[in-house]
T-cell receptor, first 116, second 114 residues
Framework: GNSVTQMEGPVTLSEEAFLTINCTYT??????LFWYVQYPGEGLQLLLK?????DKGSNKGFEATYRKETTSFHLEKGSVQVSDSAVYFC???????????????FGKGTHLIIQP | DGGITQSPKYLFRKEGQNVTLSCEQN?????MYWYRQDPGQGLRLIYY???????QKGDIAEGYSVSREKKESFPLTVTSAQKNPTAFYLC?????????????FGDGTRLSIL
């Protein structure tokens, strides 16, 4: 089956620190990969995505590269801000050989806390 | 603005009672989804629908039911058969049911047992 593994949180950093949140996956088809962010009491917002190997998704200073050889999609940001405090979810969606797809498979989420 | 509206924001259920969570979208998306979020568990797929009058079970469909009579609406009923319904429920939609389409999420409904 499909699965996503994220590093356990909470991750606590100081403002302007470098951020890496690890994400690895297993998939039976051809996955697209996503990072979503969830602020307290809200739904999820798409942060970035990559649909094929070696693609780099980027948004709001965050980046992640689709690495097929290591089945990874690590999220990085060079200098975090207090406003980046949230829960981050790595997710995948798979295209099956028959052309069908279904919902996203999510990791358990990583709670990021940025201190001033 | 286009988006997904979930209601109510908070919902309380008595033992043995069915409750229905509303999800409406005005994005003109064909595909819609329901997820359940538990602390430390991430999100798990309950049901999804590719098109009107069609829906499929996800990973944890037992104790839940859905309907898709209109393109913009995908209500979820939590039945009395769901023994542990306390969770945060998220509805989502996407342009179509293909792997590279991002999903747009509502703000969720928090269900609790009285």
């Amino acid at each position: 089956g499909n699965s996503v593994t994220q590093m356990e949180g909470p991750v606590t950093l100081s403002e302007e620190a470098f951020l890496t949140i690890n994400c690895t996956y297993t998939a039976t088809g051809y996955p697209s990969l996503f990072w979503y962010v969830q602020y307290p009491g809200e739904g999820l917002q798409l942060l970035l995505k990559a649909t094929k190997a070696d693609d780099k998704g980027s948004n709001k200073g965050f980046e992640a590269t689709y690495r097929k050889e290591t089945t990874s999609f690590h999220l990085e940001k060079g200098s975090v801000q207090v406003s980046d405090s949230a829960v981050y979810f790595c997710a995948l969606s798979v295209l099956y050989s028959g052309g069908g797809a279904d919902g996203l498979t999510f990791g358990k989420g990583t709670h990021l806390i940025i201190q001033p | 603005d286009g988006g997904i509206t979930q209601s109510p924001k908070y919902l309380f259920r008595k033992e043995g009672q069915n409750v229905t969570l509303s999800c409406e979208q005005n994005l003109n998306h064909d595909a819609m989804y329901w997820y359940r979020q538990d602390p430390g568990q991430g999100l798990r797929l309950i049901y999804y629908s590719q098109i009107v009058n069609d829906f499929q079970k996800g990973d944890i469909a037992e104790g839940y039911s859905v309907s898709r009579e209109k393109k913009e609406s995908f209500p979820l009923t939590v039945t009395s058969a769901q023994k542990n319904p306390t969770a945060f429920y998220l509805c989502a939609s996407s342009i179509e049911l293909v792997r590279n389409q991002p999903q747009h999420f509502g703000d969720g409904t928090r269900l609790s047992i009285l």
